[in-house]
C-alpha cells in the first residue's frame, strides 16, 4: 500500500475535505510503464481546474502531474530507463496522478532529470517546458535559431509557462519577445526570465504594442484569450500565427481573415491522451531541457517551495494557483 491524496468531490479548495489524505494499492508497470518513488511534485493550472470541475469516478482522484523521482520498476518493453534511474516528466492528464509516493508512467514522456536541480525543483519544470517548447516549434513551426526580425508577444508572461516560453524563446531562436505583465513583482520576474520589453496587460494590448512600434508576428496567449482577443486581431502582423493554452468560452475567429493568420491550440497532453506516433517527442525535448538546465543556458522557473507533499501544504498551493498571484512555478517535496 502507498500513501496518496486526492479529491473526493469536485468544487472549490475551501471545500471541507476538498483534498484529503488515503492509503491505495502500488500501481504495476504495464509494457511501457516506469513505476517511479516521487521525490518531488509541482502545482499548475490544470490541477485546479481538474479539482474543482472534474467529478472523480470511483473514489478519489489523485491530482499531480509534474514529477521528479527514482524508477523502482520498470514495463517488459521499457527501453529507455531502467531502476534506480533519476526522472522527471509531466505525465498523462488520463491516469491517476504524481501526489502518491508512487506513480506510473509512460517511458516515451519522461526525461533524465537535470543534474544541477534537486528533485522539487526539477519536478517544476516538465509540464510548463514540454508547453512552451510545442508552442515555439510544433504550433509555430519555427525551427532553432530562426526568427531574426520577428517578434513574440507573450501574454502573461510570469506564469510557469510564460517564464519557460521566454527563455526558450530567448536562448534557442532570434525572436524578440515582447512579455506581459502588471504589478512590479512580475515585471521584474519576466525582466529576469530574459523579456526584451514588457508592456502591461491591464491596458488595451495593441496601444501598448503600438507605442513601441512592433507588430509581432506570433502571439502566445497563455491566460485571458477571450479578454484580449479584439487587440491580439488588432495587433497580430498579417500571416501571424496565435496559439493559446487557456480555455476560453468562446472564440470568434472570423476577424483574422483578412491578415490570414493562423490560430493553434496547444495542449501537452495530446500526445499522451491520444498515444500519438511521435510521442517520443516529448522523452527527446525533456533530455534536451535537461541538457539545457545543466549547462546554465536555462534557469528554473520555481519561485516557491511548499514544503513536504502533504493536504496542508498542497492546499496552500491550489490556492496560491487559483488567486492569481502566483510567479513561476510552485513546488512540494514528494511524499516519501
Same mark, same amino acid.
Given at each position: 500500500?502507498?500513501?496518496?491524496?486526492?479529491?473526493?468531490?469536485?468544487?472549490?479548495?475551501?471545500?471541507?475535505?476538498?483534498?484529503?489524505?488515503?492509503?491505495?494499492?502500488?500501481?504495476?508497470?504495464?509494457?511501457?510503464?516506469?513505476?517511479?518513488?516521487?521525490?518531488?511534485?509541482?502545482?499548475?493550472?490544470?490541477?485546479?481546474?481538474?479539482?474543482?470541475?472534474?467529478?472523480?469516478?470511483?473514489?478519489?482522484?489523485?491530482?499531480?502531474?509534474?514529477?521528479?523521482?527514482?524508477?523502482?520498476?520498470?514495463?517488459?518493453?521499457?527501453?529507455?530507463?531502467?531502476?534506480?534511474?533519476?526522472?522527471?516528466?509531466?505525465?498523462?492528464?488520463?491516469?491517476?496522478?504524481?501526489?502518491?509516493?508512487?506513480?506510473?508512467?509512460?517511458?516515451?514522456?519522461?526525461?533524465?532529470?537535470?543534474?544541477?536541480?534537486?528533485?522539487?525543483?526539477?519536478?517544476?519544470?516538465?509540464?510548463?517546458?514540454?508547453?512552451?517548447?510545442?508552442?515555439?516549434?510544433?504550433?509555430?513551426?519555427?525551427?532553432?535559431?530562426?526568427?531574426?526580425?520577428?517578434?513574440?508577444?507573450?501574454?502573461?508572461?510570469?506564469?510557469?509557462?510564460?517564464?519557460?516560453?521566454?527563455?526558450?524563446?530567448?536562448?534557442?531562436?532570434?525572436?524578440?519577445?515582447?512579455?506581459?505583465?502588471?504589478?512590479?513583482?512580475?515585471?521584474?520576474?519576466?525582466?529576469?526570465?530574459?523579456?526584451?520589453?514588457?508592456?502591461?496587460?491591464?491596458?488595451?494590448?495593441? %496601444?501598448? @504594442?503600438? #507605442?513601441?512600434? /512592433?507588430?509581432?508576428?506570433? !502571439? =502566445?496567449? +497563455?491566460?485571458?484569450?477571450?479578454?484580449?482577443?479584439?487587440?491580439?486581431?488588432?495587433?497580430?502582423?498579417?500571416?501571424?500565427?496565435?496559439?493559446?493554452?487557456?480555455?476560453?468560452?468562446?472564440?470568434?475567429?472570423?476577424?483574422?481573415?483578412?491578415?490570414?493568420?493562423?490560430?493553434?491550440?496547444?495542449?501537452?497532453?495530446?500526445?499522451?491522451?491520444?498515444?500519438? %506516433?511521435? @510521442?517520443? #517527442?516529448?522523452? /527527446?525535448?525533456?533530455?534536451? !531541457? =535537461?541538457? +539545457?538546465?545543466?549547462?546554465?543556458?536555462?534557469?528554473?522557473?520555481?519561485?516557491?517551495?511548499?514544503?513536504?507533499?502533504?493536504?496542508?501544504?498542497?492546499?496552500?498551493?491550489?490556492?496560491?494557483?487559483?488567486?492569481?498571484?502566483?510567479?513561476?512555478?510552485?513546488?512540494?517535496?514528494?511524499?516519501?
Amino acid at each position: 500500500m502507498m500513501q496518496a491524496i486526492g479529491y473526493p468531490k469536485a468544487g472549490p479548495i475551501a471545500a471541507e475535505n476538498a483534498l484529503i489524505e488515503f492509503e491505495t494499492d502500488i500501481p504495476q508497470p504495464g509494457l511501457h510503464d516506469l513505476l517511479v518513488e516521487v521525490r518531488g511534485i509541482s502545482v499548475n493550472p490544470v490541477d485546479v481546474k481538474v479539482r474543482a470541475n472534474m467529478q472523480p469516478e470511483g473514489g478519489p482522484r489523485i491530482l499531480g502531474f509534474d514529477a521528479a523521482g527514482v524508477v523502482t520498476a520498470i514495463g517488459s518493453e521499457v527501453s529507455r530507463f531502467s531502476p534506480g534511474d533519476e526522472v522527471f516528466y509531466a505525465g498523462d492528464i488520463t491516469r491517476p496522478g504524481t501526489n502518491a509516493a508512487f506513480h506510473l508512467v509512460d517511458e516515451r514522456i519522461v526525461g533524465r532529470k537535470p543534474t544541477s536541480l534537486g528533485f522539487a525543483d526539477a519536478a517544476g519544470m516538465p509540464l510548463t517546458s514540454i508547453t512552451a517548447w510545442e508552442i515555439l516549434f510544433d504550433s509555430f513551426g519555427l525551427k532553432e535559431s530562426e526568427g531574426e526580425g520577428e517578434s513574440l508577444l507573450i501574454i502573461g508572461g510570469a506564469g510557469g509557462v510564460g517564464s519557460i516560453l521566454i527563455q526558450l524563446a530567448k536562448k534557442l531562436t532570434k525572436l524578440n519577445v515582447i512579455a506581459t505583465a502588471s504589478r512590479s513583482e512580475t515585471r521584474e520576474w519576466v525582466k529576469k526570465m530574459g523579456a526584451d520589453y514588457i508592456i502591461n496587460h491591464r491596458n488595451p494590448l495593441d %496601444e501598448e @504594442m503600438n #507605442a513601441l512600434g /512592433i507588430s509581432p508576428g506570433y !502571439v =502566445a496567449s +497563455l491566460t485571458h484569450t477571450d479578454r484580449h482577443f479584439e487587440a491580439i486581431a488588432k495587433l497580430v502582423k498579417p500571416r501571424g500565427h496565435i496559439a493559446l493554452i487557456d480555455d476560453p468560452q468562446s472564440l470568434n475567429i472570423v476577424s483574422l481573415k483578412p491578415k490570414a493568420v493562423s490560430v493553434s491550440w496547444e495542449f501537452m497532453f495530446t500526445r499522451s491522451m491520444f498515444q500519438t %506516433e511521435d @510521442m517520443d #517527442a516529448q522523452h /527527446i525535448l525533456l533530455n534536451r !531541457v =535537461a541538457d +539545457l538546465l545543466d549547462n546554465n543556458t536555462l534557469v528554473s522557473t520555481v519561485n516557491r517551495h511548499e514544503g513536504i507533499l502533504n493536504v496542508t501544504n498542497l492546499r496552500n498551493a491550489h490556492e496560491r494557483q487559483e488567486s492569481g498571484m502566483a510567479i513561476g512555478k510552485t513546488v512540494l517535496d514528494g511524499l516519501s
